[in-house]
C-alpha cells in the first residue's frame, strides 16, 4: 500500500513559506499606508488653532500669525532634534530673517519645566520663538518629535513631514521659496 502522504510530504513546508510570505507582504504594506495616513493625513485641511507659552513667557496664539507661511518644528531633548537645528538655523531662518511675512516655531514636544526647556533652547543655539508643553498640539496635527509642518498664508497645512526634520530640510526649503515667492 502506497504512503499518500510520504509522497507529499513538501506540501506544509511550502504552503506555510507561502502564507508566511503573503502575511509578510500585506502587513508591510498596510504599515506603510498607516505611517504615511498619520504623518501627512493631516496635509491640505485648515491649521488647528494652539494657544501656547514661549520660553520667554508670552502666550503665543497660532492666529497671531495670520497673513504670514508659518514653520512649526516639532523638536524634543533627543539628539536627533539637536542636530537638526543647525539644519534649520541655515536652511530655514537665514535665508528667510528678513522677511515680514514667514515665521518659524519650535514646538517643544516634552511637557518640560521652563528652566530646562530654556536651557536646551541656549544649547542647541535655537533663536526663533521655542513654545512649552506642545505634545497636545502634536497630537493634533498628527505628528511627533524631530517633524515639520509648513502652513501657508492661508494657515492651509501644505506640507507635514513624515520622516526626521534633517531628511526633509531640502523638500522644506524648496516649498518655502515656492510659497514665498508668490
Do not use: H
Amino acid at each position: 500500500m502506497k504512503n499518500d502522504y510520504a509522497d507529499n510530504k513538501c506540501w506544509f513546508p511550502s504552503l506555510l513559506i507561502k502564507s508566511t510570505f503573503f502575511l509578510f507582504v500585506f502587513f508591510a504594506f498596510n504599515a506603510c499606508q498607516f505611517e504615511d495616513e498619520v504623518f501627512t493625513g493631516i496635509t491640505g485641511s485648515k491649521a488647528p488653532a494652539f494657544n501656547l507659552t514661549s520660553t520667554d513667557g508670552n502666550q503665543v496664539n497660532l492666529f497671531d500669525y495670520q497673513n504670514k507661511v508659518i514653520v512649526l518644528f516639532f523638536l524634543g531633548t533627543e539628539s536627533s532634534c539637536e542636530a537638526a537645528v543647525p539644519d534649520i538655523e541655515n536652511m530655514l531662518v537665514t535665508p528667510f530673517v528678513d522677511r515680514t511675512d514667514f515665521i518659524i516655531l519650535g514646538l517643544y514636544y516634552v511637557n518640560g519645566d521652563m528652566i530646562s526647556v530654556k536651557a536646551f533652547k541656549t544649547a542647541a543655539g535655537l533663536t526663533y520663538p521655542l513654545l512649552l508643553n506642545a505634545g497636545n498640539v502634536a497630537t493634533n496635527y498628527k505628528t511627533t518629535y524631530n517633524r515639520i509642518v509648513i502652513i501657508d498664508q492661508d494657515q492651509n497645512i501644505v506640507f507635514s513631514g513624515s520622516q526626521c526634520a534633517s531628511k526633509d530640510i531640502i523638500t522644506v526649503k524648496q516649498k518655502l521659496d515656492l510659497l514665498l515667492s508668490k
